[in-house]
């Protein structure tokens, strides 16, 4: 697993303060801010609202993708190397701890033949649903304590130890929460839907089974209530919390047709699939034709055996919810009602894009495929080779190619050497020219680099900047962020008036800013150079930036 993962990664791994992911490059810029904020807590200084991003209003970090656990279990690795090594790590850590997690499960509790577990386990890991989301979404792939959850509620339904697996199960869901909640979400959809479907099927059902799981379900629920009732009211009712969605379900859906494609990701796959996903980090229903075949033939072959076949009814009932509101085919949305209509708007389910409850089946079809081979293995001398065989020859086009990346600029060494440090107190304001927002967050990276010491106005962010509160992707400009943009977008610098000036003041003072810093390889330096020497007097050049003093 590790070397996959491994291979999977390189391209990070080479070079991680040189190189991002090419496909994503964004959301990377905000996952190792966060991973780098994280280290706070090290010094006592975490919280979750924060103004250390859009200063001063700042954002509410459980209402984003925030990586609070990822950020605090690799926080060493952070204060050592930098967030950068953390993300390249963390990418290949999550897929690889997935795959390892549900081996143990297939092989240690569901009891299947090593080579079969095997199988099963690499799927589960490595599926192109995974390795889509390993680009830039942490939050998707940090999914390693799933099989732990699923054991515990395993374990319950046998009466084993009711109390003591509650009370384990309830602080796995309080961690997962923390490393991603709408993993968490994902997975208890999953498993409700799956004790449904195999009591549906399993008759008679053992008496011990529903006292037992009730009981321990009522303590996981308990404890988890306790530890989580503060986070989540701070989530959805604290400061800068964002009632809303602000992703559209009708745009990330999933195609019809994107269940038999090969991932573009995958080593048989290729470009001409990409039309059929909302970006290359929505992979998620990408199964190939013969994965399909593989797991109808696996469910007709074990049709008397409850766990398989409550594995493909869920399966189904998910990619049916992965949908969307109405149907998708070739890119093309029809009028045909789709059954995610019948949750849209929820509250909490709102959160979770549609596409992604394909991502929920990737285990389930991966205990259908292990299943089949274990069969195979155990109980056939016929089929002893020939199914496995079959079976990862299903699963060879779904290989995974190692993730594309590309050069991205350095943090200059103003931040990186401490220069900054004679220029802006800690938690001071530091204003990057331009400001980072959703299309360039890059500047993000800097105070990322100082493992957060300063605060940053503006950002990529989800905060409660839409139409009457509602949720939305960063914060309207201030005028002095209008200004520089226009600079950049022209390059070349605008005229300025009183007004110009009057704003830059105000905003000085709103922000708290310390300085303006411009790094050297900026795109249209020049006319950024000459803006803020017009508003501010000449710059001082330090290391490899300008830097202008913020004067009101």
């Not at 090419?22 to 780098?36: H, I, R, T, V, Y």
């Not at 850590?93 to 079969?116: K, V």
């Amino acid at each position: 697993m590790v070397l996959v993962a491994a291979f999977v990664t390189r391209g990070l791994l080479a070079d991680p303060a040189g190189r991002a992911l090419s496909l994503n490059p964004g959301d990377q810029a905000l996952d190792e801010w966060f991973l780098a904020y994280a280290t706070r807590a090290y010094r006592g200084d975490f919280a979750f609202v924060t103004g250390a991003l859009n200063a001063p209003e700042g954002i509410n970090v459980l209402g984003n993708a925030s990586l609070i656990g990822l950020g605090l279990l690799f926080a060493p690795l952070t204060l050592a190397f930098g967030a950068p090594v953390t993300f390249a790590v963390a990418t290949g850590f999550n897929l690889a701890a997935n795959g390892a997690g549900w081996y143990l499960l297939f092989s240690r509790t569901a009891r299947l033949h090593r080579l079969a577990a095997g199988v099963g386990g690499v799927f589960c890991g490595f599926a192109p649903g995974m390795v889509s989301q390993s680009n830039g979404h942490l939050h998707m792939t940090a999914a390693w304590l799933v099989p732990a959850i699923v054991w515990c509620v395993v374990t319950l339904a046998q009466g084993t130890r009711t109390v003591r697996r509650g009370l384990l199960l309830g602080g796995l869901v309080v961690t997962q929460f923390f490393l991603g909640e709408e993993v968490l979400l994902l997975t208890a959809v999953a498993l409700g839907l799956f004790c449904l479907a195999f009591v549906a099927t399993c008759r008679p059902v053992p008496r011990h089974v529903l006292p037992s799981l009730g009981l321990g379900l009522v303590i996981a629920g308990g404890v988890a209530l306790a530890l989580l009732a503060y986070p989540i009211w701070v989530q959805f009712r604290g400061p800068q919390s964002a009632p809303g969605a602000v992703f559209r379900p009708e745009f990330y859906s999933a195609d019809l047709k994107s269940f038999a494609a090969l991932s573009p990701l995958s080593l048989a796959g290729g470009n001409g699939a990409t039309r059929l996903a909302s970006g290359p980090s929505e992979y998620t229903a990408f199964f190939g034709a013969p994965v399909l075949i593989a797991v109808l033939g696996a469910t007709l072959w074990m049709w008397r055996r409850p766990a398989v076949v409550a594995c493909t009814v869920v399966s189904l009932v998910l990619w049916a919810l992965a949908l969307g509101p109405h149907i998708v085919v070739g890119h093309e949305r029809t009028e045909q009602w789709a059954p995610y209509s019948l949750i849209a708007g929820t509250p909490i389910v709102e959160w979770a894009l549609p596409t992604r409850f394909a991502l929920a089946t990737v285990p389930l079809l991966g205990f259908v495929l292990a299943s089949v081979v274990h069969a195979a293995l155990t109980q056939t001398e016929t089929l002893k080779v020939l199914v496995p065989v079959a079976v990862i020859a299903a699963l060879v086009p779904l290989a995974p190619r190692p993730l594309p990346t590309a050069d991205r600029a350095p943090v200059p060494r103003f931040f990186t050497e401490g220069y900054w440090r004679g220029y802006a107190p800690r938690d001071g304001t530091i204003v990057p020219v331009p400001l980072p927002d959703w299309r360039d967050p890059q500047p993000m990276r800097w105070a990322a680099a100082t493992n957060v010491a300063f605060a940053t106005p503006q950002g990529w962010f989800i905060g409660p900047y839409g139409t009457g509160g509602t949720s939305a992707v960063g914060v309207f400009p201030r005028p002095t962020s209008q200004l520089l943009h226009r600079a950049l977008a022209n390059a070349n610098p605008p005229a300025l008036t009183d007004q110009d000036r009057i704003d830059l003041r105000r905003d000085i003072a709103y922000w708290h800013a310390s300085c303006f810093v411009l790094a050297e390889g900026q795109a249209e330096a020049g006319a950024l150079h000459s803006t803020l020497d017009a508003l501010l007097g000449p710059g001082e050049h330090v290391a490899d930036v300008w830097v202008w003093r913020a004067r009101t």
